[in-house]
């Protein structure tokens, strides 16, 4: 994603935490809040507040490691956990049927990407991405008119 000039990106419920978790799933070794922000093109302040409050609310997605010695920085670093793989997978699929991100209501709300229910395989792993056109009705634009006198 791209950073443009007065606007800011509002992401739908919980689409951050897919995103966070999508990053760390294909991580090949532990990430700190700056680098997964990086992948996924958010601000790391976003991204490091909501690993903050999973530590907090005891989610157990990730576990949170010390920090690596002779690195410079004393930034935590973070690996992802069973609970975080399962979590992520059905939010994948989720989007893939068009639903909302919401787990925890009975009946989900449809998206416009909703185009009726299909089986999908989530042991395959070509089935763990998603694409661009899925994802946009998740996360939208709002622009902001900045506070400069001319």
């Known amino acids: 994603m791209y950073k443009l000039e007065n606007q800011k990106i509002l992401f739908a419920y919980n689409f951050l935490k897919l995103m966070i978790l999508g990053a760390l799933v294909f991580a090949t070794e532990p990430m700190t ?7 996924i093109g958010v601000s790391a302040k976003n991204v490091s507040q909501e690993l903050y409050a999973w530590q907090k ?7 949170r490691l010390k920090p690596k010695k002779g690195s410079g920085t004393n930034a935590y670093r973070y690996k992802i956990n069973k609970k975080g793989i ?10 893939h049927l068009g639903f909302d991100l919401n787990r925890r209501r009975h009946t989900p709300r449809r998206m416009s990407t909703y185009t009726g229910l299909k089986v999908i ?5 070509e089935n763990w991405h998603i694409t661009a056109e899925e994802a946009l009705p998740y996360c939208r634009i709002k622009v902001y008119e900045s506070n400069t006198i001319c």
């Open 33 to 39: 809040s700056r680098e997964i922000a990086e992948v």
């Open 121 to 125: 395989d989530m042991r395959k792993p």
């Open 86 to 95: 399962r979590a992520y997978l059905q939010y994948v699929k989720r989007v």
């Open 57 to 63: 609310y005891h989610y157990h997605y990730v576990r």
